[in-house]
């Protein structure tokens, strides 16, 4: 029988690749072990195999102090501004969408858009990198780079070393969703149970 276990690997993985906005920002990420992170993203699932997307690192700390400004983070924590100096990412990758390789919609490339974000982030959690998923981006930060048309800005991938302990609790069906810090700024993540996740539904009578 096929049953995954408790201490399976992969599980455990998924279980700790949290979304991280708090970092060591002095760890450096070598643009090597970047471009091996789009390398996990390039091997995920397409559909029509178009593979549209395209992506830029950055490592710069420089660089990365110019593109902090434009980002938005954690929208549920309203009185919180996003991370402070000392710790914000130490590298970001850009997605970017290639129009010229579209071969569908612009939906079908924001699902492969999810299998590849997430490959990244299972493949940076791997080797003690977080990352963040990050769509709110200010219209400036096209404007800090000579973008082609060809390519707009979809997303960007914050990473760093975690220095901030994210926890999951299970809530049921009318419990809020919303995450939240604790008073020792542990971050708690709602997340509905399995059980509240699988449908039975009945075959339609002829």
């Not at 809530?171 to 809020?176: A, F, G, L, R």
Request: aromatic share 8%; net charge neutral; charged share 20%.
């Amino acid at each position: 029988m096929n049953v995954i276990s408790v201490e399976d690997p992969m599980k455990k993985l998924v279980e700790v690749t949290r979304t991280y906005r708090k970092f060591y920002q002095d760890h450096r990420i070598q643009g090597e072990f970047l471009h091996d992170l789009v390398n996990l993203a390039r091997l995920g699932g397409s559909a029509r195999n178009s593979q549209p997307w395209q992506y830029m690192v950055v490592n710069d700390p420089e660089v990365c102090e110019k593109i902090f400004p434009f980002l938005g983070w954690a929208g549920y924590l309203a009185d919180w501004k996003g991370p402070v100096p000392g710790e914000r990412p130490a590298a970001y990758i850009i997605c970017l969408l290639n129009k010229e390789r579209l071969a569908g919609s612009e939906a079908e490339a924001q699902f492969d858009l999810g299998i590849a974000t997430q490959n990244i982030l299972l493949g940076a959690m791997q080797c003690g990198i977080g990352g963040c998923r990050i769509a709110s981006i200010g219209a400036g930060l096209s404007r800090l780079f000579d973008i082609p048309v060809r390519l707009t800005i979809s997303l960007v991938i914050a990473l760093g070393k975690p220095r901030e302990t994210v926890v999951i609790e299970e809530c049921s069906n009318n419990s809020t969703v919303r995450y939240w810090r604790d008073e020792e700024g542990v971050h708690h993540v709602p997340k509905r149970t399995l059980a509240s996740c699988l449908v039975e539904l009945p075959l339609v009578k002829p």
